[in-house]
C-alpha cells in the first residue's frame, strides 16, 4: 500500500512539474509571441495623432576623438503612419521585394515595407512594416553621413538637413537615386543610393570642396531603434543587437545589456558589420570591408523611452579644393531568408553575415539539416512532407544502433520468463534479485537500457529540427494539410472543446491538439512493444512517459510533433520487424491489459 502511495504521489509531482512548465514558462512566452505580433501589426494601425510623447534629443555616441555624431530629433507628438509619412519630402522605394521610401529630411532610409511577407496567414493580412519614420509608435531607421574631427567647425548635414533629389524618379532595383547638400561654406555632399532586388541597400557617399575650404571628417552610419521590441523570450533565439568584429567575433547583446551598460565600444576593425535581428527580420550597416571603422553599441533613455543604436564611424578623411572625400557602406534591410543572407555572404565576402540567423550552438548541425528539408521541398512543394522523408533518411542513417538496440529488447523479451521466476524467487531479497537479474543479463548480452536508446538518438536531432522550425523565416506559415496552416506554429485544434465542435476558446495550457494526440499513441504503442521493465517504478514511468510527452510538445510547433509522431511509426513498424526475425511474440494488447492488472505481488490494502 505505501509503494502504490508513492508511485501516486510520484505521478502527481510529474503532472504537477509539466503543468508548471506549460503555465509559468511555455505560456507566458506564447503570450510574449502574441504581443509582439501585435507589436509589428501596430506599426502600419493608425493612431490618434497629438499623443503626447517624451520630449527631448537622442544623443549619439563619441566618436573617436570626442567628436559627437549629429543629433537624432524626437518627436514631440507620436503620429500615425501616414502622418509621419506625409509631413517630409520623400522618394519613393520600390522593388520585387520592399516599397517604401527615403526620407529628404535627413535623408533617411525610415521607411520600409517587406511585400513579401504578411503578419498572419490570411493573404488579406497587413504586409510587415520593418522601418518606420521619426514621430511614429516605434521610430526605427537607418542613418549616414559625416562628423567633425576633434576642433573642427565645418558645417555637416544633420537630421534636420533637407536634400534635394538631383534628377526625378523612384529608387528601384534598376534605377538609383542621387541626393544633393550644399553646407553654403564651400562643400556639396552627394549621397547616391542604390538598391538591389532584394533587401541590400548600397550608400555612396561623396564631398566636394567648392573653394579654398578644407576639412577632415569622419563617416559614419547608423541603425537607429526607439523603444524596446517584444521578444519572443526564448532562450534558444537571440533578438536584438548584433555585430562580427574581425577577431572579436560575434557579439550578442541584449536590449538590457545594452540598457544598463548604456555604451559597448568594440575594437576598431577592418570589415565586420553590426545591426539588429528580430525573429525573422533584420537590418545591419555594412562599411567598406577595406576601410577600418570604429563600432559601438550604445543605449540612451529618453523620459520613458530606451532608444539603442549601433554605430560605425571611420577614420578622417581630407576634403579640399580638387580633392574630394568618398564614402561607401551597405545596408541589409529585409527578411532573413536563408539562400539570400548565404548569397550576400559570398556576394560581398562579409563575415559570418550568416550568423543573421540565429542557428544556435548546433550550427554544424542545424544549418545542414535545414538545408536537406529546403532541398526536399524545392521537389516536393510542401514542408511537411520534406520533414517526413527526412524522417526516413534519419531512420536510415541511425538504423544499425536502432536495429542493435531493438535486437537486444527482443531478446529481453525471450527472457522474460526467467526474470519473472528470478523475482519470484527472491522477491524478499531485493539486493539478490538485481544481482540475479544483472547475471542473467551478462549471460544473454542484454542491455537493460536498450529501450532508451531510440529516445535518446532522437534528442540532438529533435532539438536541431526545433530550431529550424523555430528561426528560419522559410518554415513561418509554411503549411502542411488540413487545420495545420503553419508548421512553425502549435496545432490549432484542441481536445477540450472537441476540436472546434464546441464553442470555447480553451486557455493555453488545454491546447491538446490532434497531432500532440497522435504522437502520444504512437509512442504509447512503440513503448509497449518493450518488455515491462522489472521494476515497478521504471515501469510507472514508462506507463506514464508518453502522456506527459502529449502534453509537454502540445505547445511545439505542429512540425515537430508531426516529425515525433512519424518517427514513433517508423519505429514500430522497424521494432515489429526485428521481434518477428527473432522469433519473439509481439504482444501489444498483452502488455496493454497488463497496465489495467494489478501486480500479483502487490499486498491487498
Known amino acids: ?54 520630449p527631448g534629443t537622442p544623443a549619439t555616441p563619441a566618436a573617436p576623438g570626442g567628436t559627437v555624431a549629429p543629433a537624432t530629433t524626437a518627436a514631440q507628438v507620436v503620429m500615425s503612419r501616414a502622418d509621419a509619412l506625409a509631413k517630409d519630402p520623400r522618394v519613393a522605394i520600390d522593388t520585387p521585394a520592399l516599397s517604401g521610401s527615403i526620407n529628404l529630411k535627413g535623408a533617411r532610409i525610415d521607411d520600409i515595407v517587406l511585400k513579401g511577407y504578411r503578419e498572419s496567414v490570411d493573404p488579406k493580412s497587413p504586409q510587415i512594416v520593418l522601418l518606420a519614420p521619426d514621430a511614429t509608435q516605434a521610430p526605427y531607421f537607418a542613418e549616414f553621413g559625416w562628423l567633425n574631427e576633434t576642433g573642427g567647425s565645418v558645417k555637416v548635414p544633420g537630421p534636420d538637413a533637407v536634400w534635394r533629389q538631383d534628377g526625378t524618379g523612384t529608387l528601384s532595383a534598376t534605377t538609383p537615386i542621387t541626393l544633393v547638400w550644399d553646407n553654403g561654406d564651400g562643400l556639396v555632399f552627394r549621397r547616391t543610393i542604390a538598391v538591389d532586388a532584394k533587401y541590400m541597400f548600397t550608400v555612396t557617399e561623396e564631398v566636394t570642396a567648392t573653394g579654398d575650404k578644407t576639412a577632415r571628417l569622419l563617416p559614419y552610419s547608423a541603425m537607429r531603434r526607439f523603444g524596446t521590441p517584444t521578444t519572443a523570450g526564448f532562450y534558444i533565439l537571440h533578438e536584438g543587437p548584433i555585430g562580427v568584429f574581425g577577431d572579436e567575433g560575434l557579439k550578442e547583446p541584449s536590449y538590457k545589456d545594452l540598457a544598463d551598460k548604456k555604451k559597448i565600444e568594440q575594437a576598431k576593425v577592418t570589415g565586420g558589420w553590426m545591426g539588429f535581428v528580430d525573429k525573422y527580420w533584420a537590418t545591419a550597416i555594412i562599411p567598406d570591408k577595406d576601410r577600418q571603422m570604429q563600432p559601438i553599441f550604445a543605449s540612451q533613455k529618453l523620459g520613458a523611452v530606451d532608444t539603442y543604436q549601433t554605430f560605425m564611424v571611420g577614420d578622417a578623411v581630407e576634403v579640399g579644393a580638387g580633392k574630394p ?228 510538445l502540445a505547445s511545439f510547433p505542429a512540425g515537430l510533433v508531426i516529425y515525433w509522431a512519424w518517427n514513433n511509426t517508423l519505429s514500430v513498424a522497424q521494432q515489429s520487424i526485428i521481434m518477428k526475425k527473432n522469433g519473439v511474440k509481439i504482444e501489444l494488447w498483452d502488455n496493454v491489459r497488463g497496465m489495467f492488472n494489478r501486480s500479483k505481488s502487490a499486498t491487498p490494502s
Request: with cysteine; charged share 20%.
Open 325 to 552: 572625400a568618398a564614402s561607401s557602406s551597405r545596408v541589409f534591410v529585409g527578411a532573413k531568408e536563408v539562400a539570400t543572407v548565404d548569397g550576400y555572404a559570398d556576394q560581398f565576402k562579409i563575415e559570418k553575415f550568416d550568423r543573421l540567423i540565429d542557428w544556435g550552438w548546433f550550427y554544424f548541425l542545424t544549418k545542414p539539416l535545414f538545408h536537406v528539408i529546403d532541398f526536399l521541398y524545392k521537389f516536393l512543394g510542401n514542408f511537411g512532407l520534406a520533414i517526413l522523408v527526412v524522417t526516413v533518411i534519419l531512420k536510415g542513417i541511425f538504423f544499425p544502433l536502432a536495429n542493435k538496440s531493438y535486437d537486444s529488447m527482443s531478446k529481453m523479451k525471450k527472457v522474460q520468463p526467467e526474470m519473472k521466476e528470478l523475482q519470484e524467487r527472491f522477491k524478499d531479497d531485493k539486493m539478490k534479485q538485481q544481482q540475479a537479474l544483472m547475471e542473467l543479463y551478462r549471460r544473454e548480452k542484454i542491455n537493460p537500457l536498450s529501450g532508451c536508446l531510440p529516445i535518446l538518438l532522437q534528442i540532438p536531432v529533435f532539438f536541431a529540427l526545433y530550431k529550424v522550425l523555430f528561426v528560419t523565416i522559410e518554415m513561418r506559415q509554411a503549411p502542411f494539410y488540413g487545420w495545420i496552416k503553419d508548421l512553425a506554429a502549435p496545432d490549432p485544434t484542441s481536445l477540450f472543446n472537441l476540436f472546434g465542435l464546441i464553442p470555447w476558446d480553451p486557455p493555453h495550457a488545454l491546447m491538446i491538439g490532434v497531432w500532440p494526440l497522435i504522437m502520444g499513441v504512437t509512442m504509447f504503442v512503440q513503448m509497449k512493444l518493450n518488455p515491462a521493465p522489472p521494476d515497478p517504478t521504471q515501469k510507472m514511468i514508462f506507463d506514464w512517459m508518453p502522456l506527459i510527452f502529449t502534453y509537454m
Open 1 to 54: 500500500m505505501i509503494d502504490n502511495r508513492n508511485y501516486i504521489i510520484a505521478i502527481g509531482l510529474s503532472i504537477l512539474i509539466v503543468i508548471g512548465w506549460q503555465y509559468f514558462v511555455m505560456g507566458p512566452r506564447m503570450e510574449a509571441e502574441r504581443l509582439r505580433r501585435v507589436a509589428e501589426q501596430s506599426q502600419i494601425q493608425t493612431t490618434q495623432p497629438g499623443t503626447p510623447a517624451t
